[in-house]
């Protein structure tokens, strides 16, 4: 038997009007419906064959994409629109874009499906812009407000992704340094800072003045440089020279190095210009003195440029020196240096115009691939004395050497990528929002992190290629002077600025967490109080500043803590967390001293820093208030519960369809012939609600001879395989249960309403009601069937409209009848004149028409002939009580005092028994009565609605 003789063809009816196109198919009813007679005659004809259909049951089901949304959030947003729509808006909406899928009905946008439509229309190069285009959608690229599992979804997204960059940049940051570098560090500081010298038994860290320096440049300096015997007093060989501990390398050989001033460089006062006829001023590069003195043969006393010496300049403790001076060069062997040592010292190389003296070397220990890049520097102030520092570097220069170190690489690799990408993020948002951009301070901070990336970047190739240069050279003229100190410099500075990019690429972090509203007190808080901390930072400012101008002038010339501006800030700041010396300060000034101390500790301990805590306090608290009175919205915690949630009712859904199945095998074969042919199935199958293309998946993977039978080995097959798949969900739900902490698992109707049919492991093709690879023309059929069910209900809704219209219109009624007779009654009370028995005839009347009214409300389902009964009734007591003259028809029907009267001003009447409450039952008074009341008329308003 054909598909269109067992398919009756059943009469259509459609909603649209004639000649309409259908919105989102183009194409009118008319031909909608020849597609449809077409389909109908030819389509069902067209089932495919068991072969070619075998692949259909393991399907992914009917995509929805994500142009669908679930019907509870469309309605949610749908009444939340309509609090200030017109009337018209509330009119039922057309149910071409709601669909059933998986027992759940999902509203489908249009727009949306339109769009999906011509992305799969698209050629590949579009295809390939978009897909390069997904890379870089987040939140400010995309409008994700309006939907908060998007928002919480693109979030993870950038989350997950920046969590990576953020690894990446950890392990590149922390493949530069290791705790190894400390301990190099130290062992080299010792061996030049705290080796006491032979005499006097002081220490470099120690030294006051310039004969120090000639002990430390004599004994201490020579036996740390040159490491020419062992501890048994055993010579080196030749070429084990030039190891600082036997480990380290010395690379080129050491320079000493000093600066001088000119002896005019100040002026003298007039008063000493007769005594005192030499001034050397404080170092600066306008009062340097570059003239050539001592032995005048040799750079030890020759001026030698900065651009000469191809140096750089030096922050020392008193002031800034140039990168040029008068050098000396020492040798690769301790006889020669210290002879050039005590020649320099014999002529007298430092003198009263000397200000600093610097003393460069660089090592290397190839054992831990560092570098060491040692300067120590004396400075001589005008003052006289002398004032030590020094700066020990060390520094990995040579990157790649361990299988670590290429792994670093590798990772490198992937952080300028992730720079890359970034870049074209920030690009394509400042675009889209421009100057707006910047108003958002993680906006700013993103772009703060690209630039720190990228000069990092640079300075990565440069270090580099400048290394290897210097190697180079460095090699073949192994006795000259490495200058290293300058590429130390920036390689600190670089570890410095990458250590503030991972501080900055932390703080970033809450910038994607912030969704949750428990992340956002941080912000909250200083973003609430910025007004008031902004005001008391100006007092703060204001009275702190005062403090350290007075410390500053009061102890400047005795304490060193105070002896600058800068360290008086310091140092109130450490008062302030209980780090002082009250005994320093009252030595200094038995009476300003405790001043100070108590007054600065009282203003601004006990005063403006409690002020400035309860300003937080306040606002952390409001904001606390205002989180917990905040409506919950949609977190985090809800979007892995909905997965959950949904996971475990695909499973269930995919069990509940399995048993199914083994019940439809163990029934469908009605003439137990042990032969299921394929109509048999199909019967059973449509009767548990499956549709015809999961009935033709099923039947025909295990169809494999393609008779459109199954034969007993065949459904034993099949019945051993959804018995194996039952056990496998069983134990896939129970795992779930398990890592879900023992929750409560959902009930099939609850799985069914949480399904989702885009499911990855092909699920959601095999659900009830869904189906797998649509073709035009079957779909064609179903929108014809959305159409016939669109018809039905909106039929049913009109129905149902009027029925309220009408009920509406007769409550209106039965109000304004009441107070009509209210009225009445109160003008029958009134009437001094009138006879006692009309009044208790018109009484009884008005009392059996009011029971007559309570009594319609059952009636009213089975007619309304008691209607004209009523109305007849009625007539008789208005004529029966009206004559010329009476004050019925005298009084004002809008009094308020009249117009308020209910049921209950009639009941307190004698012999008056009249119930409050009636049906709403329609009628109208009968013009008799209606003439009988003096010549003016009684008339209802809603006496058209009957």
């Not at 390398?249 to 005019?264: A, H, S």
């Not at 990458?498 to 428990?518: C, G």
């Amino acid at each position: 038997m054909s598909a269109k003789s067992r398919r009756p063809k059943s009469p259509r009816v459609s909603p649209s009007p004639s000649g309409t196109s259908r919105p989102g198919t183009g194409m009118s009813t008319k031909d909608r419906d020849a597609d449809m007679d077409k389909i109908e005659e030819e389509g069902f004809d067209r089932r495919p064959q068991s072969s070619a259909s075998r692949s259909a049951w393991d399907n992914d089901g009917f995509d929805m994409g994500t142009e669908e949304r679930e019907l509870n959030s469309s309605f949610g947003r749908r009444e939340g629109e309509n609090d200030d729509s017109d009337d018209a808006d509330d009119n039922p909406m057309a149910m071409e874009s709601e669909v059933y899928v998986g027992g759940q009905m999902r509203v489908v946008d249009p727009a949306a499906a339109k769009e999906k439509e011509l992305q799969q229309k698209a050629g590949c190069w579009t295809k390939f812009k978009r897909f390069l285009r997904s890379f870089w959608r987040t939140r400010q690229t995309d409008d994700t407000k309006a939907d908060k599992e998007l928002h919480v979804r693109t979030t993870l997204r950038e989350l997950a992704i920046y969590m990576v960059f953020l690894v990446v940049i950890c392990i590149v940051t922390f493949g530069m340094t290791s705790s190894t570098m400390y301990y190099y560090t130290k062992v080299m500081s010792e061996l030049f800072l705290d080796s006491q010298y032979p005499d006097t038994k002081n220490t470099f860290r120690g030294s006051t003045t310039m004969a120090d320096f000639w002990r430390f440049s004599q004994n201490v300096l020579m036996d740390g440089l040159y490491w020419e015997k062992w501890y048994n007093d055993e010579n080196v060989t030749r070429d084990e020279w030039g190891y600082i501990f036997y480990e380290n390398k010395m690379l080129g050989i050491p320079r000493i190095r000093q600066l001088k001033v000119r002896n005019d460089s100040c002026i003298v006062h007039d008063h000493f210009s007769d005594i005192i006829k030499t001034c050397y001023a404080p170092y600066s590069e306008a009062s340097e003195d570059q003239q050539t003195f001592g032995k005048a043969n040799g750079t030890a006393w020759v001026y030698s440029t900065e651009s000469d010496l191809d140096g750089s300049s030096h922050w020392g403790k008193l002031a800034s020196y140039s990168g040029g001076g008068f050098y000396q060069d020492l040798t690769d062997n301790r006889g020669d240096s210290i002879l050039m040592i005590n020649e320099l010292m014999e002529n007298l190389w430092l003198d009263r115009g000397t200000r600093v003296v610097m003393i460069d070397f660089t090592v290397y220990n190839a054992n831990i691939n560092l570098f060491c890049i040692v300067r120590m520097v004396m400075e001589f102030p005008a003052t006289g004395g002398a004032i030590p520092s020094w700066n020990f570097r060390t520094v990995k220069l040579l990157r790649y050497i361990t299988t670590f170190d290429f792994f670093v690489r590798a990772c490198e690799c992937i952080f300028v990528i992730f720079v890359m990408y970034y870049i074209v993020e920030e690009v394509i948002e400042i675009r889209k929002h421009r100057m707006a951009y910047f108003k958002t301070i993680w906006n700013c901070l993103d772009v703060i992190i690209i630039i720190i990336s990228v000069l990092c970047m640079v300075f990565s190739v440069y270090r580099t290629m400048a290394v290897n240069r210097m190697i180079e050279t460095l090699l073949s003229q192994p006795e000259q002077y490495a200058d290293f100190e300058f590429l130390g410099y920036c390689q600190g500075v670089f570890n410095n600025v990458i250590a503030i990019a991972v501080f900055l690429a932390w703080v970033k972090v809450f910038k994607y967490i912030s969704f949750n509203k428990t992340m956002t007190q941080l912000s909250s808080t200083l973003s609430k109080c910025a007004k008031d901390v902004g005001g008391f930072t100006v007092m703060f400012l204001i009275i702190f500043l005062a403090y350290a101008q007075l410390g500053y002038l009061v102890f400047g010339t005795q304490i060193k803590d105070f002896h600058t501006i800068g360290d008086c800030v310091f140092t109130l700041f450490r008062i302030i967390l209980g780090d002082f010396d009250f005994h320093e300060l009252e030595a200094a000034n038995r009476i300003l001293g405790p001043l100070f101390f108590m007054s600065y500790v009282f203003v601004v301990f006990f005063v403006l820093l409690n002020m400035f805590l309860a300003i937080i306090n306040d606002t952390y608290s409001e904001v606390k208030a205002d989180i917990a009175n905040q409506k919950s919205e949609f977190e985090i915690t809800d979007y892995f519960k909905k997965g959950y949630e949904k996971m475990v009712g695909k499973l269930n859904f995919k069990r509940d369809k399995i048993a199914d199945i083994q019940e439809a095998l163990a029934h469908a074969d009605h003439n137990a012939d042990q032969h299921l042919d394929f109509d048999e199935w199909r019967m059973e199958l449509k009767a548990r609600g499956h549709a015809d293309p999961e009935i033709e998946a099923v039947f025909a993977k295990y169809d494999v001879d393609g008779d459109r039978i199954l034969d007993a080995e065949e459904q034993m097959k099949m019945a051993s395989d959804l018995e194996t798949q039952k056990t496998d969900l069983n134990n896939q739900l129970a795992e779930l249960e398990e890592n879900g902490g023992g929750g409560q698992r959902p009930g099939t109707s609850e799985s069914n309403g949480s399904y989702d049919d885009d499911d990855e492991d092909g699920g959601g093709g095999r659900g009830r009601g869904g189906v797998s690879g649509v073709s035009y023309e079957e779909f064609v059929v179903l929108s014809r069937r959305v159409d016939r069910m669109e018809h039905s209900i909106g039929s049913i809704v009109s129905k149902i409209d009027a029925v309220l219209v009408k009920l509406e219109a007769m409550e209106r009624a039965k109000l304004k009848r009441r107070e009509t007779m209210g009225k009445l009654l109160d003008n029958i009370k009134e009437d001094e004149e009138g006879d006692g028995n009309r009044r208790e005839q018109m009484e009884r009347l008005v009392r059996e028409e009011l029971e007559r009214w309570d009594s319609d409300a059952s009636l009213s389902n089975r007619g309304a002939g008691s209607t004209s009964s009523g109305r007849h009734s009625a007539a008789r007591s208005l004529a029966a009580v009206s004559r010329p003259g009476s004050s019925i028809s005298q009084r004002p029907s809008s009094a308020n005092n009249q117009d308020d009267i209910d049921a209950k001003s009639i009941s307190s009447r004698p012999g008056s028994v009249v119930s409050r409450q009636g049906s709403a039952v329609s009628r109208q008074f009968s013009p008799r009565a209606d003439s009988a009341m003096s010549g003016r008329t009684i008339q209802d308003p809603n006496a058209s609605n009957v």
